[in-house]
């Protein structure tokens, strides 16, 4: 099975407006889908950086003396690219969320097709694991992680039957999660609800939010005037995240107005939505909810 087949990669690459002798980064390398077709257009002085914290994806490395896999999180970008003496980059493609590959490694924990134990980590240095987030959060921690990162209405519910159930046994796997929960699993909505469930405890796992804002925030130092950002996101908190920094520069609230009522922010954005086609989607179901924003470095 290939190890992740990359979401919109014409779309993603062709975002970056890639230049032969630019510096470019991919935080999030995974396979290297998004880096080997940026590679196929860089000249002899191009430089190309990745990211990528799962020590499965490091095993990926590309033979290219003009390719650098840091094996870190992007949540620290600025940091290890001046280690490697780059102050300043051209372009920087994210493709968050999950890989194929950590999806379909039932012990990984990542998908509800497997029994497994509780994980969730993308990297194995993570000191949280799901079964952490399931056995050692209170009742409002939970109901938090639900309510706020799986967009659930029953939260509550969900959090109360949990810390009921661990305090007669610890919860381990998969299934007896699943088996705790079956009340809130109907048979024609299990699949959408524990995707739900999923995707909060593995944002909790993992501080994707954290991670993501921590990372947008460094993108103004570090991209050179004209520089490109192509970010694909999968879920809406990701998605208002990005659409709300290219627009403001910020996360919350509205940048401040000059006596002119012009607003200095660091970029303007390029094009609209990029969604995947249905033939895309077909041949590769993971990408349904992808969305592709691209933006550009003012000054």
Known sequence: MEYHNPVLLKETVDGLNIKEDGVYVDVTFGGGGHSKEILKRLGAQGRLYAFDQDEDA??????????????????????????????KVDG???????????????????????EADLDMRMSQKNVISAYDVVNDYGEQELRQVFSVYGELKNAHALARTIVKARSDAKIKTSEELKSVLRQFLPKHKEHKILAQIYQAIRIEVNQEIQVLKEFLLQTPDLLDKGGRLSLISYHSLEDRLVKRFIRSGMFEGEPEKDFFGNIDVPFKKVGGLIVPSEEEIKENNRARSAKLRIAEKIK
């Open 58 to 87: 490091q095993s990926n490395t590309l033979d290219d003396e003009r390719f650098v896999l840091i094996p870190e999180n992007f949540r620290f970008i600025k940091r290890f690219l001046r280690f490697h003496g780059i102050k």
């Open 92 to 114: 920087i493609l994210g493709d968050f969320g999950v890989s194929s590959h950590q999806f379909d490694v039932a012990e990984r924990g990542f998908s509800t097709r497997f």
